[in-house]
């Protein structure tokens, strides 16, 4: 399944705790083949998705204890997201925002603050500027209101302060982490602030009114990835016939032998 914004995150997310011997050995590989098609996936899944940033998938070697005291190998997998910029393209809608540089916009959603690269807001019934989904996006700590009485129009100067009929009405916020890589993506495009995160900081990067930041997926790169993906996994089923034969012939040999 395919899973939209994706929900993955940083870590060591699995252990695969098998002998490197025959079929577990083979049956590793394709697991861990499967877990990065279930990376890939969400990547070409969102390379449409504004602001969204592709993930990498590696696989770290580790010396298990067993309960003989012997030790055995097995691969954990570490997930991490590449938050490199995105193109950003001109939409000429005075509410779409994309920011030039590191940080995020921060929203307030019914489960607390969260942080995103989708500019794509909008304005609900109150004039707030919310994202598509209708959480708040916040400037100076609270909802910004955005209410044009003259006709003269709603915009932001490059370092993020709104202007309504030429009065300045707040700054939005734009924020960010010490460690961005141990941030939760809870879909929808949010990231969830975590204590291995750091606390959140003000960031000085530039917003650009009427932009959006296309995501950072490369979709032809990564269907090449897809394609080299599934010739490894025809080649882990193809070790485990092998094995499997070898095994077969092992045991008609050894009952002829008797």
């Known amino acids: 399944m395919v899973l939209s914004g994706s929900q993955m995150q940083i ?102 603050r969260r942080y995103t690269r989708a500019g794509n807001f909008t304005l609900n019934t109150k004039n707030q500027l919310v994202t598509q989904e209708g959480y708040p996006v916040l400037g100076n700590g609270a909802p910004i209101t955005l209410e044009d009485t003259t006709g003269k129009g709603v915009w932001m100067s490059s370092d993020g302060n709104f202007y309504v009929d030429e009065t300045n009405v707040g700054k939005i916020d734009i924020v ?40 950072n997926v490369n979709p032809l790169e990564t269907m090449v990835a897809l394609i080299d993906l599934y010739r490894a996994y025809e080649a882990e089923q193809k070790a485990l016939q092998s094995a499997d034969q070898m095994d077969n012939r092992a045991v008609n040999n050894l009952g002829k032998s008797r």
């Not at 002998?19 to 083979?26: H, K, P």
């Not at 940033?53 to 190998?73: A, H, N, S």
């Not at 890589?181 to 900081?201: D, F, H, S, V, W």
């Open 176 to 215: 960010s982490f010490e460690n961005p890589q141990a941030l939760k993506r809870i879909g929808r495009n949010l990231y969830q602030a975590t204590p291995a995160a750091g606390m959140e900081k003000p960031e000085k990067s530039l917003v650009s009114q009427g932009y959006l930041e296309d995501s």
């Open 11 to 112: 870590g060591t997310v699995g252990i695969h705790p098998f002998t490197r011997l025959g079929q577990m050995e083979s049956l590793e590989g394709a697991r861990m083949l499967e877990r990065r098609l279930d990376v890939l996936s969400n990547d070409m899944a969102n390379s449409n998705t504004t602001g969204f940033k592709r993930q990498e998938i590696t696989f770290e070697e580790y010396l298990l204890p067993q309960v003989d005291k012997t030790e055995r190998t097995a691969k954990g997998e570490v997930i991490k997201t590449d938050f490199s910029q995105g193109t950003l393209h001109k939409t000429g809608n005075p509410f779409d925002f994309a920011i030039n540089g590191k940080g995020f916009f921060v929203v307030d959603t019914p489960a607390g």
